[in-house]
């Protein structure tokens, strides 16, 4: 068999094989452990050449990270949708919570985190695919916030990246068999968000200078 001629990377050719690669890739992934998922197979459900994924992503590896991000951004603007149709903030931040700890993607995004941990080699491209992630997330809070007139927290972009890390460290208990689980992380708490400037919406307290502490979703001055 003649040696394929490799475009390279960058040219629309080269994208177009690098996006048939991960998509099929993303697809084996999602049926099956990344153990049991060869290089092999991957080429010939993407219908490319073995060494053709080697020229793309430089290893299996590197193609799952890449694949299992892949997944995860497309289900974060799924998740996105999903809260758009919320009316309030409670409702606005219960959906955020409640689709996160469903997304399929998840647990592939949990082992490409492991994987990290493991090989120095792909710390970079994880790195590069959480800072998106992140960046995306305080996005579309902040954009869809004061589209209705909500304000968020000064540490918005803080709570955000403790929003995703508490959401892959439920995963990681469930993994581990801990009990509870997912189902004992409370995602929604972690988002300050205010309606108005009277009333806001987390289970925090707020110590007055004068007097007993009241619970800040109370108007101010009752």
């Given at each position: 068999?003649?040696?394929?001629?490799?475009?390279?990377?960058?040219?629309?050719?080269?994208?177009?094989?690098?996006?048939?690669?991960?998509?099929?890739?993303?697809?084996?992934?999602?049926?099956?452990?990344?153990?049991?998922?060869?290089?092999?197979?991957?080429?010939?459900?993407?219908?490319?050449?073995?060494?053709?994924?080697?020229?793309?992503?430089?290893?299996?590896?590197?193609?799952?990270?890449?694949?299992?991000?892949?997944?995860?951004?497309?289900?974060?603007?799924r998740l996105q949708i999903a809260a758009s149709r919320a009316k309030s903030v409670t409702a606005f931040r219960?959906?955020l919570a409640r689709t996160a700890l469903l997304m399929p993607s998840l647990p592939l995004a949990v082992s490409?985190?492991?994987?990290?941990?493991?090989?120095?080699?792909?710390?970079?491209?994880?790195?590069?695919?959480?800072?998106?992630?992140?960046?995306?997330?305080?996005?579309?809070?902040?954009?869809?916030?004061?589209?209705?007139?909500?304000?968020?927290?000064?540490?918005?972009?803080?709570?955000?990246?403790?929003?995703?890390?508490?959401?892959?460290?439920?995963?990681?208990?469930?993994?581990?068999?801990?009990?509870?689980?997912?189902?004992?992380?409370?995602?929604?708490?972690?988002?300050?968000?205010?309606?108005?400037?009277?009333?806001?919406?987390?289970?925090?307290?707020?110590?007055?200078?004068?007097?007993?502490?009241?619970?800040?979703?109370?108007?101010?001055?009752?």
């Amino acid at each position: 068999m003649a040696t394929p001629v490799m475009p390279p990377t960058g040219t629309p050719r080269g994208v177009a094989t690098r996006a048939r690669i991960r998509d099929a890739a993303s697809d084996l992934f999602m049926r099956a452990p990344r153990n049991e998922v060869s290089v092999a197979a991957i080429a010939a459900a993407a219908g490319v050449y073995p060494n053709q994924i080697t020229h793309h992503f430089g290893s299996k590896d590197a193609l799952f990270i890449d694949a299992a991000f892949a997944l995860l951004l497309r289900d974060t603007a799924r998740l996105q949708i999903a809260a758009s149709r919320a009316k309030s903030v409670t409702a606005f931040r219960s959906v955020l919570a409640r689709t996160a700890l469903l997304m399929p993607s998840l647990p592939l995004a949990v082992s490409a985190l492991g994987i990290a941990g493991d090989s120095r080699e792909v710390i970079d491209p994880v790195q590069r695919n959480l800072d998106l992630l992140f960046a995306r997330s305080e996005r579309f809070i902040r954009d869809w916030t004061t589209r209705h007139g909500w304000s968020t927290s000064p540490e918005l972009a803080r709570e955000v990246r403790t929003f995703w890390s508490a959401t892959f460290g439920a995963v990681l208990l469930s993994r581990a068999g801990f009990p509870g689980g997912a189902s004992e992380v409370d995602l929604a708490s972690i988002l300050s968000l205010t309606e108005d400037a009277g009333r806001l919406e987390t289970g925090l307290h707020e110590i007055g200078t004068d007097g007993p502490a009241h619970r800040v979703n109370q108007p101010v001055g009752e």
